[in-house]
Nanobody
């Protein structure tokens, strides 16, 4: 059974930074791709960033240049470094692994 546990969310002022973490309990962490999604109240869940097993990354246009996804295969953890945060980044952020596995989500609120 694979469990994904996110952490690192919170309240931040506009322009600030947060780093989200997603730790996987599953085996063979390094062979899978991982994704960060976010869902704002009343809106659909959108893909924010992805990282393939080989390290190739992709980003939504709305976060390019501000967010960075990375992975540490020795720690079974995927990260999302979020800089220059904007109020429109406010959402619940979810980690997803190929195969249909979701984390429980972590709330990010950007407000002054």
């Amino acid at each position: 059974q694979v469990q994904l546990v996110e952490s690192g969310g919170g309240l931040m002022q506009p322009g600030g930074s947060l780093r989200l973490s997603c730790r996987s309990s599953g085996s063979s962490f390094s062979i899978y791709g991982y994704y960060w999604y976010r869902q704002a109240p009343g809106k659909q869940r959108d893909l924010v960033a992805s990282i393939a097993a080989g390290g190739t990354t992709n980003y939504a246009d709305s976060v390019k240049g501000r967010f960075t996804i990375s992975r540490d295969n020795t720690k079974n953890t995927v990260y999302l470094q979020m800089n220059s945060l904007k109020p429109e980044d406010t959402a619940v952020y979810y980690c997803f692994r190929t195969g249909g596995y979701w984390g429980q989500g972590t709330q990010v609120t950007v407000s002054s």
